[in-house]
């Protein structure tokens, strides 16, 4: 596989698994929102709580953008 064929298909893994993770934020707000009255489910509340924030992290827009930030500058090293 030639480095721009694998610097793209590796930016493509790196977008859908960011989807993917969206996707999973999006569910876990849905089942806070259905849990906010409920004091039954504090801490499957707190859990999910918990869930989101670290899903967050991993959709960190600056991560994401230093990586492929990264990876642009691989590719034009390999360029020369």
């Known amino acids: 596989m030639n480095p721009e064929t694998e610097i793209q298909a590796s930016r493509e893994n790196i977008l859908r698994d960011l989807r993917d993770?969206?996707?999973?934020?999006?569910?876990l707000e849905a089942k806070i929102?259905?849990?906010?009255?409920d004091t039954s489910s504090y801490a499957v509340f707190e859990f999910?709580?918990?869930?989101?924030?670290q899903c967050s992290r991993w959709l960190s827009l600056e991560s994401a953008k230093s990586f492929?930030?990264?990876?642009?500058?691989?590719?034009?090293?390999?360029a020369y």
């Open 33 to 37: 929102k259905e849990l906010e009255g």
């Open 68 to 78: 492929l930030d990264d990876i642009s500058k691989r590719r034009e090293d390999l």
């Open 21 to 27: 993770k969206k996707k999973h934020i999006n569910k």
């Open 48 to 53: 999910i709580g918990e869930e989101v924030e």
